[in-house]
């Protein structure tokens, strides 16, 4: 039975509403205490394998415990000891059957750099480095998302790992040890996608540092979807190119996983004890974790075949970002005024490079930068579409752009039509 368009948008605005309210369970004040407990100078800094990151540990089992997650580490257990240090893994099992051994796994490390020395810290060495930012703003959001996962009337369709991190800061240590020595808990899955969390404790003018984004074709979409999803907070996102082994997704992304990253930015403190509690964001903390939180959660019901990884992630790199987004000079006009690139990692989005002076498109607001994604309310297939698009439309001409991550519609009109 064919479901009638009416039935289908009901559906999709309750299944908005149920995510939305579940979101809301991600609260600022909440995140800040276990921000502040994280990064007590009684866990002496959470250096992995130490007893204050055993404490730290302890202390995000306590947080999870009650929400009714199922252990996932060894021996039926929340961790997976490696050494002297151990991972947390925590399993919302996916509700629909046929897809539920499929596994999105959402992570952050919980461990810091202890008293620092020449080899981790940019001192003065010590003293207990607090790691508030680095990285208890991830595990605090990780511990959110967690209880907005268990808010949700139903898990979705993907099961969902969260993952706590050891011996991050040592090498990518816990990481690397879960992808080379899963508990037996989690043998039969297979790892279709990871989304990690590291330093979001410091947002400043709503900018966050989206990595990973070229993993999978697509994925700019998918963001920028989610983070303008009805009753959010839109922010700001930075899509960076690089991909360095600088934290816990790059595991991932050599084993060919399409892997996203959230990251507010480096600072002065970072790696240094004066990374501490009353210097984080907690305002800011709370948009990205629900940012995170609505991009696992779409990946995880996402309908079809998992996505597929984009092997050319690898070869490419800032470079090549500044090329694709260059301003173009000179060039014939055109009808509309506007000069765009095809991306191959997003078809559906060209990058306009170049705006005519005094063209419709410069009276009408565009700029180079923008991404263009519909035209008069249909979705582009790609850079062709959108020049046929163009072409083929009347006096008056709506837009919808991808400004830096947000939504932006814009009327262009043709006065010469």
């Not at 816990?248 to 930015?265: N, V």
């Not at 006009?333 to 000069?339: L, M």
């Amino acid at each position: 039975m064919w479901l009638s368009q009416g039935v289908v948008a009901a559906a999709e605005l309750a299944a908005a509403s149920r995510l939305a309210a579940a979101a809301a369970t991600i609260v600022a004040g909440d995140a800040g205490r276990h921000v502040a407990a994280l990064a007590d100078d009684a866990f002496e800094g959470r250096e992995a394998g130490s007893r204050g990151g055993r404490a730290a540990g302890a202390y995000i089992v306590e947080a999870i415990d009650h929400l009714g997650l199922e252990p996932a580490g060894d021996s039926g257990s929340f961790y997976q000891p490696f050494g002297s240090m151990r991972n947390i893994l925590a399993l919302a099992r996916g509700s629909d059957p046929a897809v539920a051994d499929e596994l999105v796994i959402v992570s952050a490390h919980y461990d810091h750099v202890g008293y620092g020395d020449a080899s981790n810290s940019y001192g003065p060495f010590g003293f207990v480095h607090n790691g508030a930012d680095d990285n208890a703003s991830g595990v605090a959001g990780l511990i959110e998302i967690a209880e907005a996962l268990q808010a949700l009337p139903s898990h979705p369709r993907r099961s969902i790992l969260l993952a706590f991190w050891d011996g991050e800061e040592k090498g990518l240590l816990g990481s690397y040890h879960f992808l080379r020595a899963r508990p037996e808990s989690l043998r039969d899955f297979r790892i279709v996608f990871c989304i990690n969390l590291d330093m979001i404790g410091r947002l400043r003018g709503e900018r966050v540092e989206v990595y990973g984004s070229r993993t999978s074709p697509g994925l700019r979409a998918l963001t920028v979807a989610t983070n303008n999803r009805a009753g959010a907070t839109a922010l700001e996102l930075a899509y960076v190119w690089k991909i360095d082994p600088d934290s816990d997704h790059y595991p991932f992304i050599e084993k060919q996983i399409p892997t996203l990253m959230f990251h507010t930015g480096l600072h002065d403190n970072y790696h240094r004890p004066s990374d501490d509690v009353h210097l984080v964001n907690l305002t800011g903390l709370e948009p990205v974790a629900r940012l995170t939180f609505a991009t696992a959660v779409a990946v995880a019901d996402e309908v079809g075949g998992p996505r597929p990884f984009r092997p050319d992630c690898r070869r490419e790199a800032e470079s090549g970002q500044r090329m694709l987004e260059a301003q173009a000079a000179g060039g014939k006009r055109g009808r509309w005024g506007i000069g765009t690139r095809g991306d191959a990692a997003e078809p559906q989005a060209p990058v306009v490079v170049r705006v005519a002076a005094d063209s419709p498109a410069a009276r009408g607001g565009l700029i180079v930068g923008d991404r263009i994604v519909m035209i008069d309310g249909a979705e582009l297939a790609d850079q062709n579409d959108m020049v046929r698009r163009l072409s083929a439309a009347g006096k008056q001409l709506t837009i919808v752009v991808d400004r830096r991550g947000r939504l932006t519609q814009l009327e262009l009109d043709d006065d010469a039509a």
